[in-house]
T-cell receptor
Framework: DAGVIQSPRHEVTEMGQEVTLRCKPI?????LFWYRQTMMRGLELLIY????????DSGMPEDRFSAKMPNASFSTLKIQPSEPRDSAVYFC???FGEGSNQPQHFGDGTRLSIL | DQQVKQNSPSLSVQEGRISILNCDYT??????FLWYKKYPAEGPTFLIS?????DKNEDGRFTVFLNKSAKHLSLHIVPSQPGDSAVYFC????????????FGTGTLLAVQP
C-alpha cells in the first residue's frame, strides 16, 4: 500500500527564494495535515484540511507561508520568501474522518535548509 | 504553554527488560491519545492508541495505560528489543469534531543488547 508521499526529500536553497513542498495523501483519506519539526518547538501542526478545505491554519507562522489543496490527492506548502529560520523538517500526514478515532499516517518528510 | 509533556528526553533499557515511557497532559477535553515511533530520516509511525473511555489497550508487546484523574498516560514495551530504539512521541486530540493532534516533545529510547 502506498503511504503518504512527500517531495522533495531534501531541499537546500538560498534565503529569499520561493520553496514549494508537495504531498500526496493516502488514497481515500479526506484529512491532510502539515507539520514542522524543529529542535526548539518539536512537532507542531501548521495547518490541516478536511475534504480539501482548510479547517485550522492557526499554526501557520506568518504570511510567508501558504498551503493549498486543489484536489483530494495533492497538497502544497509554499514559503515565499524563505528565511534561514524556516529550516526544519516538514511532514505531511493524512487520515480518514474528522473527529474519528483514526490515527494520522505520516510521510517521511522534507528536510529544508535555507542558507 | 505545552499541553502534552514528555519530561524524560531519553531512556536507556537493557534488552529483554520493560521500557516505560511517560506522558502528561493538561487539557481535560482530550479524548484520544496515541503513541508514535520515529526512526531517523523517517516520518513518525503510528504504534498504538487509546480512547478516553478506556484505561488500557494492549497490542502485542505494547500496552498503553491511561489515568484520566492524573492526566497521565504511559507506554509499556515488554520485552524490549534493540529494534525498539527510536524516538517515541505521545499525542492527544481535543474532544469533539476536531482532527487536530497535539504532540509531546518525544523520548529517545535506547535498548542496549
Amino acid at each position: 500500500d502506498a503511504g503518504v508521499i512527500q517531495s522533495p526529500r531534501h531541499e537546500v536553497t538560498e534565503m529569499g527564494q520561493e520553496v514549494t513542498l508537495r504531498c500526496k495523501p493516502i488514497s481515500g483519506h479526506n484529512s491532510l495535515f502539515w507539520y514542522r519539526q524543529t529542535m526548539m518547538r518539536g512537532l507542531e501542526l501548521l495547518i490541516y484540511f478536511n475534504n480539501n478545505v482548510p479547517i485550522d491554519d492557526s499554526g501557520m507562522p506568518e504570511d510567508r507561508f501558504s498551503a493549498k489543496m486543489p484536489n483530494a490527492s495533492f497538497s502544497t506548502l509554499k514559503i515565499q520568501p524563505s528565511e534561514p529560520r524556516d529550516s526544519a523538517v516538514y511532514f505531511c500526514a493524512s487520515n480518514f474522518g474528522e473527529g474519528s478515532n483514526q490515527p494520522q499516517h505520516f510521510g517521511d518528510g522534507t528536510r529544508l535548509s535555507i542558507l | 504553554d505545552q499541553q502534552v509533556k514528555q519530561n524524560s528526553p531519553s531512556l536507556s533499557v537493557q534488552e529483554g527488560r520493560i521500557s516505560i515511557l511517560n506522558c502528561d497532559y493538561t487539557n481535560s477535553m482530550f479524548d484520544y491519545f496515541l503513541w508514535y515511533k520515529k526512526y531517523p530520516a523517517e516520518g513518525p509511525t503510528f504504534l498504538i492508541s487509546i480512547s478516553s473511555i478506556k484505561d488500557k489497550n494492549e497490542d502485542g508487546r505494547f500496552t498503553v495505560f491511561l489515568n484520566k484523574s492524573a492526566k497521565h498516560l504511559s507506554l509499556h514495551i515488554v520485552p524490549s528489543q534493540p529494534g525498539d530504539s527510536a524516538v517515541y512521541f505521545c499525542a492527544a486530540r481535543a474532544g469533539g469534531a476536531t482532527n487536530k493532534l497535539i504532540f509531546g516533545t518525544g523520548t529517545l529510547l535506547a535498548v542496549q543488547p
